[in-house]
């Protein structure tokens, strides 16, 4: 079988989006299924030049011109391309890959599956996110929904989203991302050996926190949490990964809080370097505004860590509420704290809760998600 991934975004640039095509294309491929991506160039958050490099020739991938403003007639003009030898179109967001997805289906009538991902359904006007706040980019994601032979939803609360849009309920296939579970091994180094490695303070509690630094990950109600936790548990520090806009605010509100010195911002991290990051937290903490299937929840369930997240998108799904870790509603810095301290006051607590974590992330191996999807793949081909 040969399958088309078509993408608006992969890697260098790095986020969760990026990396689970990444995982599920060579998962694929260890299948026994013939995968090409197709994307665009485009700037945005880089892995180092050698990391890239090693990754993407793991895969086939097909890199288009890199143009100023993307639109979605160079992926379609892509697929028409590239594409005819292909059994399946996998396209990943609505817009634009989905829509150029559902407009080459009708020109080469074959089967297409569309992933959605979050931005592209999610809508949370507080803070401006979800693509479909402009209307004609919800006009043409509807479309897609409507028109994809199968779509991937990687969450219950995407599903319904996307059924709410107008997606036939018969269509939805709920397939949630995967974790490398060998790579992210809570037996592959111990904490004191890692924070060591690191440049950390072996006496000091670690919380971890991944994500770039936008709105709706929520990192200011972190931040106004952090004096809450240091009152009850002082000898703690917040390992900060990730970049984006909104980090000279957050780094400017912790000099406020006069916690600067509690407060490590590491930047983008190479994904090869990420398991020692996890392995050093004591505890991982999200605290987003709105999420889709956050891959980096289940990267640190897998390394045995025990999780505090806020009860948006999959979170629920994947933390077992007062077994792996504490879900919180969302904008709540006190819940937060509260949460946080309850874990890093009890040693015994946060082992159990981190062995749970890794036993529940084995559920997502990437090589079981990989089956899922190519009994998809099947099923279409087979009507």
């Known amino acids: 079988m040969k399958v088309t991934m078509i993408t608006s975004t992969f890697l260098p640039n790095v986020g969760g989006a990026e ?43 097909k890199y288009l011109p890199l143009t100023p403003k993307f639109s979605f007639c160079l992926l379609l003009f892509a697929l028409c391309k590239y594409a005819a030898k292909s059994d399946v179109i996998h396209a990943h967001f609505l817009y634009p890959a989905g829509l150029a997805a559902v ?20 809508i949370n006007e507080s803070i401006g996110y979800g693509m479909r706040l402009n209307k004609a980019y919800d006009l043409m994601i509807k479309f897609a929904l409507k028109s994809a032979d199968a779509v991937i939803a990687p969450s219950r609360l995407v599903a319904e989203e996307a059924i709410k849009a107008g997606a036939p309920a018969s269509k939805i296939h709920i397939i949630p991302n995967g974790v490398d579970i060998e790579k992210f091994s809570s037996d592959r180094v111990n904490a004191n050996t890692a924070k060591d490695m690191l440049g950390l303070n072996t006496t000091e509690h670690v919380v971890l926190i991944v994500a770039n630094f936008r709105p709706v990950k929520g990192y200011r109600f972190l931040v106004e ?20 806009p909104e980090k000279p605010k957050i780094v400017r509100r912790i000099k406020e809080l006069g916690v600067s010195d509690k407060a490590i911002f590491v930047g983008s991290v190479s994904p090869e370097l990420m398991p020692l990051y996890y392995a050093a937290a004591d505890i991982f903490v999200l605290p987003s505004i ?20 806020t009860s948006t998108g999959a979170i629920p799904e994947l933390v077992h509420e007062g077994v792996s870790g504490i879900v ?56």
């Not at 995982?23 to 180092?48: M, Q, W």
């Open 19 to 61: 990396m689970c095509i990444f995982h599920l294309s060579r998962a694929l491929t260890d299948h026994g299924v013939d995968v090409e991506i197709i994307t665009p160039r485009v700037r945005g958050h880089l892995l180092h030049s050698g990391d890239s490099s090693l990754f993407i020739k793991m895969l086939k991938v």
């Open 103 to 122: 407009l080459y289906k009708v020109l080469s009538r074959k089967p297409c599956v569309v992933t959605a991902h979050g931005v592209d359904i999610l």
């Open 225 to 244: 949490a952090i004096p809450l936790i240091l009152k009850d548990v002082p000898k703690t520090v917040f390992l900060f990964i990730g970049d984006g």
């Open 290 to 309: 709105s999420e889709n299937f956050p891959l980096t929840v289940l990267e640190a369930m897998s390394s045995g860590k025990p999780i505090v997240a």
């Open 328 to 383: 919180v509603k969302p904008m709540d810095s006190a819940a937060l704290a509260k949460a946080i301290i309850k874990f890093l006051m009890d040693p015994s607590l946060r082992e159990n809760a981190g062995r749970l974590s890794r036993e529940i992330a084995k559920k997502y191996d990437w090589n079981v998600i990989a089956e899922k999807t190519l009994s998809l793949y099947n099923e279409l081909l087979e009507k």
